[in-house]
């Protein structure tokens, strides 16, 4: 069985490694099975800095289709020709594809067109909302795919709602856990860390990425405000891509103990998590992590991608209300964040599921 693997952003790759790591494992003890990683994008993209797969312990992309465009109509008509070269080039058995991008419904549509198997990692998420890209890009990618491997039982009940086949749907658990359960005791405190004089669970980490949440100026400076005057002197570590940080400088917000720094290495970042206080995020990633290791986290968004986040774990959703932000970090402070609990099979042991899935089908 070839499987070749399609990562679209450098935040699949943290999805992608466990995967990797199982096949080479089943490998190894003779099964007929082998990987091969393709990225969507260039060679050259920033993002894909050289730690991050001596992070995750994983191969760099055996392929790249060299699509670079950010308008979603012309990426999905580039990386369709590109990825249909590269089947040509090199069969596959099963294309597994990751979440909900652009690029991930463009590779789906090339290997059903090709008769090829399709595996959606973290299917059957939805926001529900026809106008958002993502939404389409799920809803498509899963009306085609062979096998739908879900992190948990509402991605289940929206795939069953929508006339999904249960015979093609596996509830395997979250591949984000694999990821960080195996790598929690390699976590490297970043070298500033001391610099500034931070202590285990004496700061806050702060996460902002959503465009839509950046580009309304009053409603972030709002939600800053409420941080920091409810962060009680805790130091608020903001690792920030530039174009939030220069979002951010815009609103005029400073204080001394606000610490805006560079994107972190995996291994770096997963230490900030893992050490902090609480999170405050806009990063569906992030508070799934937070569940995972039991840090309280506040979600900047109006829903999560998986819901067990907030009805089991640690999440809770504040959406980009200051006011629900306020509320939030008041409980906090007050010593009265809920516990929280692992969500089913959320256990480190998803991508073994899947390779044996992949495995029984191919072999029957």
Same mark, same amino acid.
């Given at each position: 069985?070839k499987?070749?693997?399609?990562?679209?952003?450098?935040?699949?790759?943290?999805k992608?490694?466990? /995967?990797?790591h199982?096949?080479?494992?089943?490998?190894?003890?003779?099964?007929p099975?082998?990987? %091969?990683?393709?990225?969507?994008?260039?060679?050259?993209?920033?993002?894909?800095?050289?730690s991050?797969?001596?992070d995750?312990q994983m191969?760099?992309p055996?392929?790249?289709?060299?699509?670079?465009t950010?308008?979603p109509?012309?990426?999905?008509?580039?990386?369709?020709?590109?990825?249909d070269?590269?089947l040509?080039?090199?069969?596959?058995?099963?294309?597994?594809?990751?979440d909900?991008l652009?690029a991930?419904?463009?590779c789906?549509?090339?290997?059903?067109?090709?008769?090829?198997?399709?595996?959606?990692?973290?299917?059957?998420?939805?926001?529900?909302?026809?106008?958002?890209?993502k939404?389409?890009?799920?809803?498509?990618?899963?009306?085609?795919s062979?096998?739908?491997?879900?992190?948990?039982?509402?991605?289940?009940?929206?795939?069953?709602?929508?006339?999904?086949?249960a015979?093609?749907?596996?509830?395997?658990?979250? /591949?984000?856990?694999?990821?960080? %359960?195996?790598? %929690?005791?390699?976590?490297?405190?970043?070298?500033?860390?001391?610099?500034?004089?931070?202590?285990p669970?004496e700061?806050?980490?702060?996460?902002?990425?959503?465009?839509?949440?950046l580009?309304?100026?009053?409603?972030l400076?709002?939600?800053?405000?409420?941080?920091?005057?409810?962060?009680?002197?805790?130091?608020?570590?903001?690792?920030?891509?530039?174009?939030v940080?220069?979002?951010?400088?815009?609103?005029g917000?400073?204080?001394?103990?606000l610490?805006?720094?560079?994107?972190?290495?995996?291994?770096?970042?997963?230490?900030?998590?893992?050490?902090?206080n609480?999170?405050?995020?806009?990063?569906?990633?992030?508070?799934?992590?937070?569940?995972?290791?039991g840090?309280p986290?506040?979600?900047?968004n109006?829903?999560?991608?998986?819901p067990?986040t907030?009805?089991?774990?640690?999440?809770?959703?504040?959406?980009?209300?200051?006011?629900?932000?306020?509320?939030a970090m008041?409980?906090?402070?007050?010593?009265?964040?809920?516990?929280?609990?692992?969500?089913?099979?959320?256990?480190? %042991?998803?991508?073994?599921?899947?390779?044996?899935?992949?495995?029984?089908?191919?072999?029957?």
């Amino acid at each position: 069985m070839k499987v070749t693997i399609v990562a679209a952003a450098r935040p699949n790759f943290m999805k992608i490694a466990p /995967i990797v790591h199982a096949i080479e494992t089943v490998r190894k003890q003779g099964q007929p099975v082998s990987s %091969r990683l393709v990225y969507t994008g260039t060679e050259q993209d920033a993002s894909l800095d050289a730690s991050l797969f001596a992070d995750l312990q994983m191969k760099a992309p055996d392929a790249y289709l060299g699509v670079d465009t950010t308008d979603p109509i012309q990426s999905a008509a580039h990386v369709m020709i590109a990825f249909d070269r590269e089947l040509k080039t090199n069969p596959a058995s099963v294309v597994l594809v990751v979440d909900d991008l652009t690029a991930t419904m463009s590779c789906t549509i090339v290997a059903r067109k090709r008769n090829i198997k399709v595996a959606h990692l973290v299917a059957g998420t939805r926001s529900f909302d026809l106008y958002t890209p993502k939404e389409v890009n799920r809803i498509i990618t899963d009306g085609l795919s062979d096998y739908l491997f879900t992190a948990g039982m509402a991605a289940n009940r929206n795939l069953n709602q929508t006339g999904t086949e249960a015979e093609h749907v596996y509830h395997v658990g979250n /591949i984000l856990i694999d990821t960080i %359960r195996s790598n %929690r005791g390699r976590l490297i405190q970043p070298l500033w860390f001391p610099v500034l004089g931070l202590k285990p669970q004496e700061y806050l980490l702060l996460t902002i990425n959503r465009r839509s949440l950046l580009e309304d100026e009053k409603n972030l400076k709002a939600l800053l405000t409420v941080l920091i005057n409810n962060a009680r002197r805790l130091p608020i570590i903001a690792p920030l891509h530039a174009y939030v940080r220069d979002a951010v400088e815009r609103t005029g917000i400073a204080a001394p103990h606000l610490h805006i720094l560079p994107p972190q290495s995996y291994l770096s970042f997963g230490y900030l998590m893992n050490n902090a206080n609480a999170i405050i995020t806009d990063s569906g990633n992030v508070a799934e992590e937070a569940t995972f290791l039991g840090i309280p986290c506040m979600t900047l968004n109006n829903y999560a991608e998986h819901p067990e986040t907030y009805r089991l774990g640690t999440n809770e959703l504040v959406g980009e209300s200051p006011e629900a932000l306020d509320e939030a970090m008041q409980t906090l402070m007050a010593g009265k964040w809920k516990t929280g609990s692992l969500p089913e099979r959320w256990d480190g %042991r998803t991508a073994e599921r899947i390779v044996r899935i992949l495995l029984s089908k191919s072999s029957g």
